[in-house]
C-alpha cells in the first residue's frame, strides 16, 4: 500500500478509554424497533456505547443481535419500518464543539452536514453501496463536492491522494465498480469515508465478505490508517476473534441488548458472560494453540416476544431459576479496576471457559449449577 506502511495488527495503543475524556459520540439508552405485520420486533433495547476520540470500539453479536439496526439508527439511516423509540445520540466532534449535537434531534439538512464529514459508514457490501453507472472518481468527487470548497485541481490532488492512500492505482479512478475486484471496491468505500477527514468512521462487517488474506490486508490497513489519522471506529463484526486484533474495547450484544463491555483484554482472558464465551469458543483463534471448536448451542431469541429476565437463559450452560427474574442492567466485574461490565449476575465457575463436565447432562442441556454472584446485584 503507497503511502502508509502496512504493520501488524494487534500492535495497538491504548486510547480514548482514560477516565475523563469526553467520548466523541455516546449513545445512550438507545431503542429501535422494526413494526411489523406479527408485531413490533425489537431490535435494539437500552444500549448504552462511547466511543472516545481515537478509540477503536468492536461490536459484536451474531447476526440478527441488532449490530447493524444499532449503527444505523445512532446515524438516522433506517428506513420505516424501523422507528426509533427513545434514547439520544450525543456526537461532540471538534468542529461542533464539546457540548455537542443530538444526532436524534437534526433535521435533514444538519444531518446531511453531519454524514461523511463528522460521521462516516463503511458498509459490508462496496458493491451494493457504491453506485454501479457512476465511476470512482464522480462518486468520491460528490463527497468533495458536498462538503469541501476546493479548486479543480486540490479536487484532482485530493482524490489521487485518496486512492495513494488505500493502496489503488491513481488511473482506477476512471473505472467503474464492477471493473474493480472486491478488495478494490472496499477500499475505494473505505477512502471515500475517509474523503472529509471525518471524527467516527462506523465499519459494518467491512470485510465480511472478502477472502481470509485480503481480509487481513483491509484490516492491516485500516489499523495503520486509524493509527495516522485518529479517527474514532465503531467496528462491526460478527468475527469475536478478529476484534480482539483490531478493538480496544469490545461490546457484546444479544438480542439487541448489550451483555458485556471491556477491553479486549478483559474480554479474551477473563470473560465475564457465557454467551462471549461462547463466541470466543466458536472461533477459530489466528495465533492461539489448536483446539476444538464449539458452537452456541439453539438459535437467538425471537425478538417479537422476548421473555423476562435474562434472553441468553434458553442457551445459557449456567442458566438456572433466577435468571428468569434479573434485570439486565450491566454490572462492574468483581476485580476490574477498568469498565469492565457484565449483565450476567452470575460468575463463571471457571473464568477460563472449561466448564466442569458436571454442569451439563448427555444432552448437553444446562443442570443447576452452583454459582457465585457478580457484583452487588443478587437475582
Ligand atoms: N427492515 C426490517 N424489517 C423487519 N425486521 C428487520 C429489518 N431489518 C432488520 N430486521 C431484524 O432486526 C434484527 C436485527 O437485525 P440487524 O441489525 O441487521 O442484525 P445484525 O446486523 O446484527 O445481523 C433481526 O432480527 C432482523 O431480522
Ligand atoms: S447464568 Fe443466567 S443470567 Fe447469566 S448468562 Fe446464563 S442465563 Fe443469563
Ligand atoms: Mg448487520
Known amino acids: 500500500m503507497t503511502g502508509v506502511a502496512p504493520t501488524p495488527i494487534g500492535e495497538r495503543v491504548e486510547i480514548g478509554a482514560a477516565p475523563g475524556v469526553q467520548p466523541v459520540l455516546e449513545i ?36 440478527g443481535s441488532g449490530k447493524s439496526t444499532l449503527a444505523l439508527g445512532a446515524c438516522r439511516l433506517l428506513r420505516p419500518p424501523a422507528i426509533i423509540i427513545g434514547g439520544d445520540v450525543i456526537y461532540r466532534g471538534r468542529r461542533i464543539g464539546p457540548d455537542g449535537v443530538n444526532i436524534l434531534e437534526q433535521n435533514a439538512k444538519q444531518l446531511r452536514e453531519l454524514r461523511w464529514r463528522e460521521i462516516a459508514i463503511v458498509f459490508q457490501s462496496a458493491m451494493n453501496a457504491l453506485n454501479p453507472v457512476l465511476r470512482v472518481r464522480d462518486q468520491m468527487g460528490d463527497v468533495l463536492d458536498a462538503h469541501l470548497k476546493l479548486s479543480r485541481e486540490q479536487r484532482r490532488d485530493r482524490l489521487a491522494s485518496l486512492l495513494d492512500l488505500v493502496g489503488i492505482p491513481r488511473e482506477r479512478l476512471k473505472s467503474y465498480p464492477h471493473e474493480l475486484s472486491g478488495g478494490m471496491r472496499q477500499r475505494v ?12 468512521v462506523i465499519m459494518d462487517e467491512p470485510t465480511t465478505a472478502l477472502d481470509v488474506v485480503v481480509q487481513r490486508e483491509i484490516l492491516a490497513e485500516i489499523a495503520e490508517l486509524q493509527k495516522e489519522l485518529q479517527f474514532a471506529v465503531l467496528f462491526i463484526t460478527h468475527d469475536l476473534s478478529l476484534l480482539l486484533e483490531v478493538a480496544d474495547r469490545i461490546a457484546i450484544l444479544y438480542g439487541g441488548r448489550l451483555l458485556e463491555l471491556g477491553n479486549s483484554e478483559e474480554i479474551h482472558h477473563r470473560t465475564a458472560h457465557p454467551y462471549t464465551r461462547g463466541l470466543l469458543d466458536s472461533f477459530p483463534s489466528v495465533h492461539g494453540p489448536r483446539r476444538s471448536l464449539a458452537g452456541i448451542p439453539g438459535s437467538p431469541p425471537d425478538l417479537r416476544s422476548i421473555p423476562p429476565g435474562c434472553p441468553f437463559q434458553p442457551r445459557c450452560r449456567f442458566s438456572r431459576v433466577e435468571c428468569a427474574a434479573i434485570d439486565m442492567a450491566l454490572l462492574p466485574v468483581p476485580g476490574s479496576t477498568t469498565n469492565h461490565t457484565t449483565a450476567c449476575p452470575f460468575e463463571m465457575p471457571d473464568a477460563s471457559g472449561v466448564v466442569a463436565s458436571s454442569a451439563l447432562t448427555a444432552e448437553g442441556t444446562a443442570v443447576p449449577t452452583e454459582l457465585s454472584v457478580n457484583g452487588d446485584r443478587k437475582s
Open 189 to 200: 468505500m473505505i477512502a471515500m469515508a475517509l474523503a472529509v477527514d471525518p471524527e467516527v
Open 28 to 63: 445512550r439508552d438507545l431503542s429501535i424497533a422494526y413494526a411489523t405485520v406479527a408485531g413490533d420486533l425489537k431490535a435494539v433495547s437500552h444500549v448504552d456505547l462511547k466511543l472516545a476520540p481515537g478509540e477503536v470500539v468492536g461490536l459484536a453479536g451474531e447476526s
